[in-house]
Each structure stands twice: as C-alpha cells, then as structure tokens.
T-cell receptor, first 112, second 116 residues
Framework: GESVGLHLPTLSVQEGDNSIINCAYS??????FIWYKQESGKGPQFIID?????DKRQGQRVTVLLNKTVKHLSLQIAATQPGDSAVYFC???????????FGKGTLLTVNP | DSGVTQTPKHLITATGQRVTLRCSPR?????VYWYQQSLDQGLQFLIQ???????AKGNILERFSAQQFPDLHSELNLSSLELGDSALYFC???????????????FGPGTRLTVL
C-alpha cells in the first residue's frame, strides 16, 4: 500500500551542526520524492526533490539521498541555522496518480 | 512567498454551516490541488483540478466540493460542517497536468478553519 513515514518525530541539533532527517516509504512504484519545510503558521515550502532515476541530489546546504533498495529517503542540512527550525515533510508520488502522499513530519529544533 | 494566494486566512463558523475557501495559483500554473492538514491526520490530499477539469480525487468527503474557474482560481466548498472539519486547508499549484510526469507543487499560506 501507499505510506510514507518518518523515523524520528523530533530532532534537536546545535547551530552549525549537520542535520539528517529520515523518511521511509513503502510504495515501490514511487518515482518522485519531495522534501517540504513547514514553519509555524505557514504553508509547506518546497526544499528539494529527486526522481527515482537518481540516488543523490544537492541544493544549497541541502542534500537528498534516495536508497530505492531499502525504500529510504533522507534530507541532509549542512551547517544548520536557527532559521532551519521547522517541521520537515517528505512526500512521494507514484506517477500513476496526481496526489502527493505526505509523511507525518519531523520537527527540527536548532539550538543556538 | 510561493506565489499561491489563499483567502481568507482564518475562518470561524458553526456546525452545519457552509463555507467557501478561495485559491489563486501561481501565474501560469494550470493545476490546483487542495489539501487538508489536521493534527491527527497530517497532510491529506483532497482533490486536483487542471485547467478547469477535475483530474484526481483523494480523501474528500461528499460534503466537500471544489471547482476551478476559467481564470484558473479555485474554490473549495465545505458544507454541513462538523467539529472534525476544523483544520488547515492548503491549496497548491503546479504548471502542468502531471500526467506521467510529476510537477513540484507550490503551496499557499493556508486557511485555518475553526468549526465551533
């Protein structure tokens, strides 16, 4: 069935450290994955995406890794800043429909 | 700012009432998606429209309906409201139909609905 879940509901890091947020998915047909950041009172904000024909993609201070063998997705944030504090969602799409299936989110707290 | 706008920002109403939420997609985007976010269910896809036509349905109740107008803005109508309908409602947009190719969806700021 379709499900996307997060291993850790909360993550607390020190400013300047690297953060890793993990996500597991169960739909082996999923071919597109996105990470969103949601700050309190705001809508989800696109961070980075990756298609299933890739295993790594880098953005500005963020890297997404995709391991299709174990159906695992991770978001790495380098030099985490207080402004990175938010809930992070992974989402997946199998391509056969139009909806995104979201995980439940991980709360990242960056301590100064 | 994603470029997606939603009104109103907050809405407080009573059980049994009907409300309409409005969304304007990013300039040039043809697809509009509606999502519901509640504490116990997370972000749930409700429905998608592309260029005025319904394209996909998710976990949308029969009491809820939506439409997309020729100017591409969309409205989500919620009727016979129940306490459990209290949630954040997000609209997202993307450029294309996503048929066989998934577009990134850009989200609006949401409408917080409180049903008393």
């Amino acid at each position: 069935g379709e499900s996307v879940g997060l291993h850790l509901p909360t993550l607390s890091v020190q400013e300047g450290d690297n953060s890793i947020i993990n996500c597991a998915y169960s739909n082996s047909a999923s071919d597109y994955f996105i990470w969103y950041k949601q700050e309190s009172g705001k809508g989800p904000q696109f961070i980075i995406d990756i298609r299933s024909n890739m295993d790594k993609r880098q953005g500005q201070r963020v890297t997404v890794l995709l391991n299709k063998t174990v159906k695992h997705l991770s978001l790495q944030i380098a030099a985490t800043q207080p402004g990175d504090s938010a809930v992070y969602f992974c989402a997946e799409n199998s391509g056969s429909n139009y909806k995104l299936t979201f995980g439940k989110g991980t709360l990242l707290t960056v301590n100064p | 700012d994603s470029g997606v706008t939603q009104t109103p920002k907050h809405l407080i109403t009573a059980t049994g009432q009907r409300v309409t939420l409005r969304c304007s997609p990013r300039s040039g985007d043809l697809s509009v998606y509606w999502y519901q976010q509640s504490l116990d269910q997370g972000l749930q896809f409700l429905i998608q429209y592309y260029n005025g036509e319904e394209r996909a349905k998710g976990n949308i109740l029969e009491r809820f309906s939506a439409q997309q107008f020729p100017d591409l803005h969309s409205e989500l109508n919620l009727s016979s409201l129940e306490l459990g309908d209290s949630a954040l409602y997000f609209c997202a947009s993307s450029p294309r139909d996503s048929s066989g190719y998934t577009d990134t969806q850009y989200f609006g700021p949401g409408t917080r609905l409180t049903v008393l």
